[in-house]
């Protein structure tokens, strides 16, 4: 047998242990997107596109926030505008044709309400003003004793809306609707209905922190990074797909101090008061509106009963942040989330079977 | 005792560089922000270096906010708001992170030079 | 009738029995940083592979791997998995580099180089399979160091383990002989 030359061999062992060290660099660059943010929907609005360099992102910025101020205006809880002149024709009795921008959340929060137990709902508008929400800056003082217990006496709920086809009644006087909770959910869905009709096929429309993707950057999943609640810094990196929304409800969001207490905007509507127990909750799932109502839920629910909160909306992925620092998350979440180093974690599943007490 | 031969060098010195490839990669501190991204309703955005310590001034339509950049982190020194969110962010050091002037539609964040996130979530 | 291995088989036999032995004897002795040891199982292999081939190398290892654990009782646990997969990844990588011994590459080299391969055959099976944890990463530079260390010094010892003039004699010359 004939040796067969050397080089070829060496250069083969010496190139298998350089594919090696390739393999270890991880040679990952960001492929090129854009980015767009401005104001709108009271707050700030941040659009990733894909790829970047081909779009008129000043044409994407002009429509977008048209349409995100017209969804914010007729939704506004407190503003004048559809919503605005729903619940004054709630409040009178009588029977009326609702506008076609409020009709499907109030569908929505209807079905959500009921599979809530009446947890996540959007009906008790009068009770979030009480606490000093329905104003541009949130302030004290909050409602008395007297006054929360008339409020929680005989409380509205989303089923007093008599609802046939797009007719509707009011059948609770203090009903009124406010959809803090769920509309910033119809809205970024909407936008990125929106950014499809402007050519755009991947993209990520994030508004005040909360958002959802369509497309995908390239090969690759888009990297969401998670700010922590209690912290600058980053407390998580979640990677996601097409058409997956990430919405998070956490109690820093809106709020004041009242007498060295913080006065949050996430009311329980068994309390009728601030949610306790939760800094945050955080929901990853196909429906960015059941995802921004979910992600409420949970936090209303707390550190108990969440999971089972998160089952009967049919939520496999979610994380809460406890006052603590430490971090549950339900098994269906482990594998698309890279936590922190130094953060300690649980997994949370609920028991199938198990009833939440109703409220 | 061992006779050694001129492939023995080379997988010591592949091996060797394999191992300190691999420290600097898992170990190395994360690359601190190089610039100070402003973006402002209705205007393009703008980068500053963060390596030049500077003052800059944007006027908005609340009135201006007053920027602070100083060895490689920005912050937001005075803005007109009541509540001082922005000047509440302190310094900007990581890349990502960020201030927000709502009164002056503001917002300005540190960016590395590979961007780690598509998206923040908060 | 009885039937008398082959000398082949005797000395895979007899090699593979000193190589779970110091296995055996090495997972007695507390190490000081869990997850490295020495792998002085492997100056058998090297010799193997040196003075058998690669065919012998792969039947001691095999044996090595199963008579250890099942002398352990660790069988189809996740360290048996993890010594497996190092081994065979260390194997995979030395059979081509066999060719270059001994003219270009001493028995120094081949230690190295199966140190390194066994620590990352090792490192991406418990990455992919058994604990996908992000942190793991964190874990290997530290282990491909002892790896190189460890590589030196088996390395050294099969060196002068090959010096030997009784073990010299049955030197494994890939150039005229395919069999051992």
Redesign the interface.
């Known amino acids: 047998?004939t040796?067969s030359p050397?080089h070829p061999?060496?250069r083969?062992?010496t190139g298998?242990l350089l594919l090696?060290l390739l393999a270890l660099t991880g040679c990952d660059r960001t492929p090129e997107t854009d980015r767009l943010t401005f104001q709108a929907f009271g707050t700030l609005v941040d659009i990733t596109v894909y790829p970047g360099g081909v779009h008129d992102l000043t044409r994407i910025e002009s429509k977008l926030s048209e349409d995100l101020e017209g969804m914010h205006s007729a939704w506004h809880a407190w503003e004048p505008g559809s919503l605005g002149r729903t619940n004054q024709l709630l409040a009178t009795g009588g029977e009326f044709s609702a506008p076609p921008s409020v009709l499907p959340l109030i569908e929505y929060a209807q079905e959500l309400e009921q599979k809530t137990n009446g947890l996540f709902n959007p009906a008790l508008g009068r009770l979030i003003a009480a606490w000093g929400f329905h104003q541009d800056e949130a302030a004290g003082p909050p409602p008395d004793a007297d006054r929360l217990d008339a409020l929680l006496a005989d409380p509205p709920r989303m089923s007093d809306i008599e609802r046939r086809g797009v007719r509707l009644r009011g059948q609770h006087p203090d009903l009124q609707l406010d959809f803090g909770g769920m509309a910033k959910g119809f809205a970024v869905a909407h936008s990125l209905d929106l950014l499809t009709d402007l050519g755009v096929e991947h993209a990520i429309v994030n508004a005040g922190g909360d958002l959802m993707t369509r497309g995908r950057p390239g090969d690759r999943a888009w990297r969401i990074g998670v700010r922590d609640p209690l912290g600058k810094g980053v407390l998580a990196s979640i990677e996601l797909g097409s058409g997956e929304a990430l919405f998070t409800s956490g109690d820093y969001e809106r709020g004041y101090e009242w007498e060295g207490e913080r006065i949050h905007h996430v009311i329980d509507p068994r309390s009728g008061r601030p949610s306790r127990g939760l800094v945050a909750a955080t929901v990853l799932h196909g429906d960015a509106a059941l995802a921004d109502a979910a992600a409420t839920t949970l936090m209303i629910a707390g550190p108990e009963d969440w999971p089972l909160y998160a089952r009967r909306l049919g939520v496999a992925r979610a994380l809460v942040v406890l006052p603590d620092g430490s971090v549950e998350l339900t098994p269906e979440m482990v594998p698309r989330v890279?936590?922190r180093?130094e953060v300690i974690h649980r997994i949370r599943a609920a028991e199938p079977g198990v009833g939440a007490n109703p409220p | 005792?061992?006779?050694?031969?001129?492939?023995?060098g080379?997988?010591?010195a592949l091996?060797?560089a394999?191992?300190t490839t691999?420290?600097a990669l898992?170990?190395a501190p994360a690359a601190g922000p190089t610039h100070l991204v402003v973006t402002q309703a209705g205007t393009e955005p703008r980068h500053y270096p963060l390596n030049e310590s500077r003052t800059i001034r944007v006027q908005g339509v609340a009135g201006i906010t007053e920027i602070e950049i100083q060895s490689g982190r920005a912050r937001c020194l005075r803005s007109p708001g009541s509540r001082g969110i922005c000047e509440a962010a302190g310094w900007l050091e990581r890349p990502g992170d960020m201030a927000v002037s709502l009164p002056n539609r503001l917002t300005l964040q540190v960016q590395g030079p590979q961007r780690r996130f598509d998206s923040m979530h908060y | 009738m009885t039937t008398v291995p082959a000398l082949a088989d005797r000395r895979i036999a007899a090699l593979a029995a000193l190589a779970i032995g110091l296995q055996v004897i090495e997972a007695a002795i507390p190490s000081p940083v869990p997850g490295i040891k020495p792998g002085l199982a492997n100056v058998i292999t090297l010799v193997t592979l040196v003075t058998l081939g690669w065919r012998a190398a792969l039947a001691v290892t095999l044996l090595r791997v199963m008579g250890s654990s099942l002398l352990l009782g660790t069988v189809l646990s996740p360290g048996f998995w993890l010594s497996l997969a190092g081994a065979l990844a260390a194997l995979a990588?030395l059979a081509?580099?066999l060719?270059?011994y001994?003219?270009?590459?001493?028995?120094?080299?081949l230690a190295?180089?199966a140190a390194?391969a066994h620590t990352?055959g090792q490192f991406l099976l418990a990455w992919a399979v058994i604990i996908p944890h992000?942190?793991l990463?964190?874990l290997?530079?530290p282990l491909?160091?002892a790896?190189?260390i460890t590589?030196?010094v088996t390395?050294?010892l099969t060196?002068?383990v090959l010096?030997d003039p009784r073990i010299q004699r049955h030197v494994f010359d890939p150039?005229t002989n395919?069999s051992g």
């Open positions: 047998m040796r050397l061999r060496l083969a062992a298998m090696l890279e936590l180093g | 005792m061992i006779r050694l031969r001129w492939g023995d080379v997988v010591v091996a060797t394999l191992v691999s420290f898992s170990y | 990588v081509p580099l060719r270059l001994p003219r270009h590459l001493s028995a120094l080299g190295v180089t390194m990352l992000p942190q990463p964190l290997l530079p491909l160091l790896a190189l590589g030196l390395g050294i060196a002068s010096a150039s395919q």
